[in-house]
């Protein structure tokens, strides 16, 4: 009797995209037949995302949809470990729910529900970290591919629910890092994308102390061409390791820094204080350290208590220190974080008015940021071809997946390389240009 099909729906962050491709990994090994099309599968695994309230509602609506369509669900991921007994509760058509720390186990998940069980599979504590001995079916394009380098969280700030959803930081080996690294070059992975909760904090929990430097080192010895590091707090990037960036070639100079306030007040109240009196440092000393470097960060306006003064603060902030990207969120009140219940709340309308006051201001600065490649020869990541246009679409250094601009290209190339491009034009987010032609 043939196997059952399944798909998998992946929402959230990239660190549930690996989960997903280890789950879709271990099912195609098994033996399933893995479809893409969630109307034709039998079952259809849904990883979830709970960090926030758009993300659940995002996540409900997917599980009701698809209720609805009168399908099999396999509720995984963040939410499944968050909401386990409601989702079986009010989901009638849930075969199984499965923890962020359990999605190893989705072959049993499955062979259990094909015997008629209804499966509950969830770790209190999330402990489980994937190496490189672990299938995995990579679901992005083909020179991308995401590393997590550790999961989990040490750090209890007020406004996060993450290190109740993954537990406590668990680090990878370098020398398992470095060797799925070497899997990921072999299957022609041109960059590789570092993640964990806090990647500034890499092996404190097995080594005694923070690794990172000796990690992008080791890293540079691999044969791939560009690697990108996300979540990376400004106190972890010590003189070592911006020693290693500026010595590792293929390390982009690219600085995803999570800062969500510039304020010490604010700051405080997140439980972040060791941030606030380092801020404005800390940046100072990585754009004289790291000329070339490109800085990303995220915001949080509206955090409870959050007075028109601090807003300004942080309004002047952006101003002053002018990052090439910039993400904006407001507030999310989590029930199980100590930030739900302060006093001072503040209403939506408002924050949703600091929010675009934010990125009205970073649009120039981000638009004038592109406008300085103009007439640049930049490398570009060949990603995507449009079939109507033959247009080339792609990403420089300055650019990480998803949250970051485009560079469109007009020209021949494979996708996959990474070629020369001139950029010709720029607005306030992408690039445009055309490959170089040898000779």
């Known amino acids: 009797m043939p196997k059952p099909s399944i798909a998998i729906s992946h929402l959230g962050c990239e660190k549930n995209r690996i989960d997903s491709e280890h789950m879709l990994g271990l099912l195609v090994e098994a033996g399933y037949e893995v479809d893409s099309n969630e109307e034709l599968a039998d079952y259809v695994v849904v990883n979830t995302c709970s960090f926030i309230q758009a993300a659940r509602e995002e996540s409900v609506r997917t599980l009701v949809a698809l209720a609805e369509a009168d399908k099999k669900i396999i509720i995984a991921g963040c939410m499944a470990q968050h909401f386990q007994e409601q989702l079986l509760e009010e989901l009638p058509e849930a075969v199984a729910v499965v923890g962020s ?34 299938p995995r079916y990579r679901t992005t394009t083909e020179g991308v591919a995401y590393l997590r380098i550790a999961e989990g969280c040490d750090y209890r700030c007020a406004f996060c629910i993450i290190p109740h959803l993954r537990g406590n930081q668990r680090s990878r080996s370098i020398e398992s890092i470095i060797a799925e690294a070497k899997i990921l070059a072999d299957q022609g992975v041109k960059e590789l994308i570092l993640i964990s909760q806090i990647t500034t904090n890499y092996g404190k929990d097995i080594y005694g102390e923070p690794r990172l430097a000796e990690l992008l080192r080791e890293l540079g010895k691999v044969d791939i061409p560009w690697i990108r590091m996300h979540y990376a707090y400004p106190t972890g990037l010590t003189p070592q390791v911006i020693s290693a960036i500026q010595e590792t070639p293929n390390v982009l100079p690219y600085l995803d820094l999570p800062l969500q306030h510039s304020h010490s007040e604010i700051l405080r109240s997140m439980n972040r204080p060791w941030q606030g009196r380092v801020n404005d440092d800390i940046i100072e000393r990585l754009k004289a350290k790291i000329p070339d470097a490109v800085l990303r960060t995220t915001l949080i306006v509206g955090f409870p208590g959050e007075t028109e003064a601090h807003f300004q603060h942080l309004a002047d902030f952006i101003q002053r220190h002018e990052f090439d990207h910039v993400g904006v969120f407001t507030f999310s009140p989590e029930e199980e974080t100590p930030a739900y219940s302060l006093p001072d709340q503040m209403p939506q309308e408002i924050m949703n008015e600091r929010r675009n006051i934010l990125m009205e201001i970073q649009q120039p600065i981000a638009a004038r940021k592109n406008q300085q490649e103009i007439g640049k ?5 060949i990603e995507q071809e449009n ?3 033959r247009e080339l679409i792609g990403r420089s250094p300055r650019f990480s997946p998803e949250v970051d601009g485009l560079v469109y290209v007009e020209g021949e190339a494979h996708l996959g390389a990474i070629v020369p491009v001139e ?13 170089v032609m040898n000779g």
């Open 101 to 134: 720390g359990d999605y190893q186990k989705i072959v049993e998940v499955v062979d259990r529900v094909e015997k008629g069980e209804r499966v509950k599979e969830i770790s209190p504590e999330p402990t489980y970290i994937a190496d490189e001995n672990m």
């Open 377 to 381: 020869i930049v490398d570009v990541l």
């Open 387 to 389: 079939p109507g246009t």
């Open 423 to 435: 950029i010709t034009d720029a607005d306030v987010y992408d690039l445009y240009g055309r490959v």
